[in-house]
């Protein structure tokens, strides 16, 4: 085996985790699929004194669908760079290729709405297009929206920004709000104009986190640099950055920058003598040079996740609590990617604000949806993505709510898929709530 294989750069991986073993007992019970297989390997090697393949170790980094709940940020650094070892030497397949660019493939199908809805929905050429693009004939896919969030924003010039003293966000959408779920952004900004906050949507692409769980980590890199730019231009004019996308927050705060591996190891600081996680993903891979160190940390250290950001209002007296009743027994669940930036649950204590709303939390730290991103949609990892959301699906049937909140549209996607009940975010439970109060009323009211 090469000494700089992705063979070796993977099974140095396991012999490192494996040999540490912490994580045996700390992850069991977890909803990670790695773990595991990655102590089945060393347990392998060190024990039956049996090889480990390629194809072992190929579909182990492949297992990684980042979602935080491992306890050592470098091995994350290492298992998406083993990944993008093996996708640089062997390639990506085409299914993968389209699925990843989920943007591109969004304004695709959502170019012609009503055609693609009626072809998905359709048995045979459903299941001919599903076969086409990887997916897997039992996954649900949502509808196309007849209009997409930022047509609408453009209607309400939205992509103008605006001077004055008023408090200003630019708001970091995501794709799968942007083209698939337009009522959740609309009620973003429904909430954060009913409490006086002027809204500017730059221009932006995918945040980069599903090429770099594919891999691939050129296209990941022009994402990145494409919206860092943007990002400071709007910073430079006075606007905060908001995300409704738990993904995207993350992708923007940590990922993209050396803040995910090392701003929350001192000891590991650029300045210490540690390299920036960017640079350590992205390197040269780009056809466009990585941001600055020193312009990722400025973007990111003026982006919050939506929730934060409202929540923040609240603790300085500064948000609208002109809230009317939502008669409503709902189940919360906080997705992992907001677990891992590490803000607590801003939405659970701005919804005690809602008259009349009784909110069940769901307990269990290391709970995770399944649907692992676009590898959900996939067909040799559908079946595995519902196993492994297999408890959290329990632990809501056993409370058994009028419908289900959470932050993350990815795990709306997933629990459309297994259970019966309506899937919210919790800024459209707000939206909701100041159109119930009565005054200023924008937007239709839900039908929880």
């Given at each position: 085996?090469?000494?700089?294989?992705?063979?070796?750069?993977?099974?140095?991986?396991?012999?490192?985790?494996?040999?540490?073993?912490?994580?045996?007992?700390?992850?069991?019970?977890?909803?990670?699929?790695?773990?595991?297989?990655?102590?089945?390997?060393?347990?392998?090697?060190?024990?039956?004194?049996?090889?480990?393949?390629?194809?072992?170790?190929?579909?182990?980094?492949?297992?990684?669908?980042?979602?935080?709940?491992?306890?050592?940020?470098?091995?994350?650094?290492?298992?998406?760079?083993?990944?993008?070892?093996?996708?640089?030497?062997?390639?990506?397949?085409?299914?993968?290729?389209?699925?990843?660019?989920?943007?591109?493939?969004?304004?695709?199908?959502?170019?012609?709405?009503?055609?693609?809805?009626?072809?998905?929905?359709?048995?045979?050429?459903?299941?001919?297009?599903?076969?086409?693009?990887?997916?897997?004939?039992?996954?649900?896919?949502?509808?196309?929206?007849?209009?997409?969030?930022?047509?609408?924003?453009?209607?309400?010039?939205?992509?103008?920004?605006?001077?004055?003293?008023?408090?200003?966000v630019a708001y970091f959408v995501g794709c799968t709000a942007q083209y698939l779920f337009p009522e959740v952004p609309k009620a973003a900004v429904d909430v954060l104009e009913r409490n006086e906050i002027d809204v500017y949507l730059p221009e932006q692409k995918c945040c980069g986190m599903p090429p770099l769980l594919e891999g691939d980590l050129k296209l990941a890199s022009e994402f990145v640099a494409f919206n860092v730019d943007r990002m400071i231009e709007a910073v430079d004019s006075g606007y905060e950055i908001v995300c409704s996308c738990p993904t995207c927050a993350y992708m923007l705060k940590y990922v993209m920058n050396e803040g995910c591996f090392h701003l929350k190891h001192e000891s590991e600081r650029p300045d210490a003598g540690g390299s920036s996680g960017m640079d350590n993903f992205f390197g040269n891979e780009s056809s466009c040079a990585p941001p600055s160190l020193m312009k990722r940390i400025m973007a990111a250290s003026?982006?919050?996740?939506?929730?934060?950001?409202?929540?923040?209002?609240?603790?300085?007296?500064?948000?609208?609590?002109?809230?009317?009743?939502?008669?409503?027994?709902?189940?919360?669940?906080?997705?992992?990617?907001?677990?891992?930036?590490?803000?607590?649950?801003?939405?659970?204590?701005?919804?005690?604000?809602?008259?009349?709303?009784?909110?069940?939390?769901?307990?269990?730290?290391?709970?995770?949806?399944?649907?692992?991103?676009?590898?959900?949609?996939?067909?040799?990892?559908?079946?595995?993505?519902?196993?492994?959301?297999?408890?959290?699906?329990?632990?809501?049937?056993?409370?058994?709510?009028?419908?289900?909140?959470?932050?993350?549209?990815?795990?709306?996607?997933?629990?459309?898929?297994?259970?019966?009940?309506?899937?919210?975010?919790?800024?459209?439970?707000?939206?909701?709530?100041?159109?119930?109060?009565?005054?200023?009323?924008?937007?239709?009211?839900?039908?929880?």
């Amino acid at each position: 085996m090469q000494k700089d294989s992705p063979e070796s750069m993977a099974e140095t991986i396991v012999e490192y985790c494996g040999g540490c073993g912490i994580c045996r007992e700390l992850m069991d019970g977890a909803s990670c699929l790695l773990f595991p297989e990655l102590y089945r390997l060393f347990d392998k090697k060190a024990w039956k004194k049996e090889r480990i393949t390629s194809g072992e170790l190929k579909n182990l980094v492949d297992l990684c669908n980042f979602c935080g709940l491992c306890p050592c940020p470098r091995k994350r650094t290492e298992i998406m760079n083993a990944k993008h070892a093996f996708v640089s030497r062997d390639g990506l397949d085409r299914a993968t290729r389209l699925l990843e660019d989920i943007e591109r493939l969004s304004k695709i199908c959502g170019a012609y709405p009503r055609l693609t809805n009626r072809l998905l929905n359709n048995t045979l050429s459903g299941a001919f297009l599903k076969k086409l693009a990887g997916i897997h004939q039992d996954r649900k896919l949502p509808n196309f929206p007849r209009e997409n969030f930022s047509a609408w924003a453009e209607k309400r010039g939205l992509h103008i920004r605006r001077d004055g003293n008023r408090k200003k966000v630019a708001y970091f959408v995501g794709c799968t709000a942007q083209y698939l779920f337009p009522e959740v952004p609309k009620a973003a900004v429904d909430v954060l104009e009913r409490n006086e906050i002027d809204v500017y949507l730059p221009e932006q692409k995918c945040c980069g986190m599903p090429p770099l769980l594919e891999g691939d980590l050129k296209l990941a890199s022009e994402f990145v640099a494409f919206n860092v730019d943007r990002m400071i231009e709007a910073v430079d004019s006075g606007y905060e950055i908001v995300c409704s996308c738990p993904t995207c927050a993350y992708m923007l705060k940590y990922v993209m920058n050396e803040g995910c591996f090392h701003l929350k190891h001192e000891s590991e600081r650029p300045d210490a003598g540690g390299s920036s996680g960017m640079d350590n993903f992205f390197g040269n891979e780009s056809s466009c040079a990585p941001p600055s160190l020193m312009k990722r940390i400025m973007a990111a250290s003026h982006t919050f996740d939506l929730g934060e950001y409202l929540r923040s209002l609240q603790l300085t007296g500064k948000f609208n609590n002109d809230l009317g009743p939502v008669v409503a027994r709902m189940a919360y669940y906080p997705p992992c990617h907001l677990r891992e930036q590490m803000i607590g649950e801003p939405y659970s204590e701005l919804l005690l604000l809602t008259p009349g709303l009784s909110m069940e939390p769901i307990d269990g730290d290391l709970d995770c949806c399944g649907i692992a991103g676009i590898k959900g949609f996939k067909r040799d990892f559908h079946q595995v993505s519902v196993e492994m959301g297999r408890r959290l699906v329990e632990k809501i049937r056993a409370i058994a709510p009028a419908s289900i909140v959470t932050d993350c549209l990815s795990c709306r996607i997933q629990f459309n898929q297994l259970l019966p009940y309506k899937v919210f975010h919790p800024v459209e439970i707000l939206s909701e709530s100041y159109t119930k109060y009565g005054k200023g009323v924008k937007r239709d009211a839900l039908l929880i």
